[in-house]
């Protein structure tokens, strides 16, 4: 399917999220809490809805960039694979939240170790997993996959 238009991304806000969900999560592993790998699935389930209310975009918004923190890296690029990127983590955050409730906190880790792993790869070398399986579901043909990647 041809790509109708490019949008833009704000990768400056992207980045913050990656960076709120590594600190999050890796505080949260070493309090041994539940509540703050709840809080980051929630962040990141909110986002990948596109909320106006979203933690990680309400931190970036109205907080860091009007306050010069971060500045603004606006590129042409289609929103979707982000959002199915933070819609993976959301879920196995939430996963891990269930498991950690339910006294298993090994392969609650696990699953909260992955997402800090994939966060640091997109934050530190710029390659989302979760886009790239957007993208794939995309070439195949997937329902709901409408937007290819734009090259160039």
Same mark, same amino acid.
């Given at each position: 399917m041809a790509?109708?238009?490019?949008?833009?991304?704000?990768?400056?806000?992207?980045?913050?999220?990656?960076?709120?969900? &590594? &600190?999050?999560?890796?505080?949260?592993? $070493?309090?041994?809490?539940?509540?703050?790998?709840? %809080? $980051?699935?929630?962040?990141?389930?909110?986002?990948?809805?596109?909320?106006?209310?979203?933690?990680? +975009?309400?931190?970036?918004? +109205?907080?860091?960039?009007?306050?010069? %923190?971060?500045?603004?890296?606006?590129?042409?690029?289609?929103?979707?694979?982000?959002? %199915? =990127?933070?819609?993976?983590?959301?879920?196995?955050?939430?996963?891990?939240?269930?498991?950690?409730?339910? =006294?298993?906190?090994?392969?609650?880790?696990?699953? $909260?170790? $992955?997402? &800090?792993?994939?966060?640091?790869?997109?934050?530190?070398?710029?390659?989302?997993?979760?886009?790239?399986?957007?993208?794939?579901?995309? +070439?195949?043909?997937?329902?709901?996959?409408?937007?290819?990647r734009v090259?160039?």
């Amino acid at each position: 399917m041809a790509n109708e238009t490019l949008r833009k991304v704000d990768q400056s806000g992207i980045k913050v999220g990656q960076a709120a969900t &590594i &600190i999050l999560l890796l505080l949260g592993f $070493v309090l041994d809490s539940w509540i703050l790998v709840v %809080f $980051v699935a929630a962040a990141q389930l909110l986002g990948a809805l596109d909320a106006p209310f979203a933690p990680y +975009r309400l931190l970036y918004q +109205r907080v860091l960039k009007p306050g010069g %923190f971060v500045k603004p890296n606006v590129i042409p690029d289609n929103p979707e694979p982000h959002r %199915f =990127a933070m819609l993976l983590g959301g879920l196995m955050n939430g996963a891990a939240t269930v498991l950690l409730l339910a =006294a298993v906190p090994t392969p609650a880790w696990v699953l $909260v170790w $992955v997402v &800090i792993v994939l966060a640091n790869l997109n934050f530190w070398l710029n390659f989302c997993l979760g886009c790239w399986m957007y993208y794939q579901l995309n +070439r195949l043909g997937v329902p709901g996959f409408q937007r290819a990647r734009v090259e160039g």
